[in-house]
């Protein structure tokens, strides 16, 4: 059974920081691109991160480069999103998704709210 698992949300103050991460199972981690999406409220649902399966290629997007930060432990099947000097506007649902592009399988977690509010 495939999971992904989204941790690491809450309530912060623009400013502050949070690390999300994403625990996957049920397949082979390592040969999967991840990446972390998120969707604000009457928004469209947009990519914020990507990492290649062997970790050595990131993608980030314009509004939050030099502020984030993913990575990934194929050890542990795990990758993880570092934000810092978050924004109001970084408040949003955040999703962990796996994609594997021989295959086109992609999976999704269930996500994790972000509030960024003083």
């Known amino acids: 059974q495939v999971q992904l698992v989204e941790s690491g949300g809450g309530l912060v103050q623009p400013g502050g920081s949070l690390r999300l991460s994403c625990a996957a199972s049920?397949?082979?981690?390592?040969?999967?691109?991840m990446s972390w999406y998120r969707q604000a409220p009457g928004k469209e649902r947009e990519l914020v991160a990507a990492i290649a399966s062997a970790g050595g290629t990131t993608t980030y997007a314009d509004s939050v480069k030099g502020r984030f930060a993913i990575s990934r432990d194929n050890a542990k099947n795990t990758v993880s999103l570092q934000m810092n000097s978050l924004k109001p506007e970084d408040t949003a649902v955040y999703y962990c998704r796996a994609y594997y592009r021989f295959l086109r399988l992609e999976y999704w977690g269930q996500g994790t709210q972000v509030t960024v509010s003083s």
């Open positions: 049920g397949f082979t981690f390592s040969r999967y691109a």
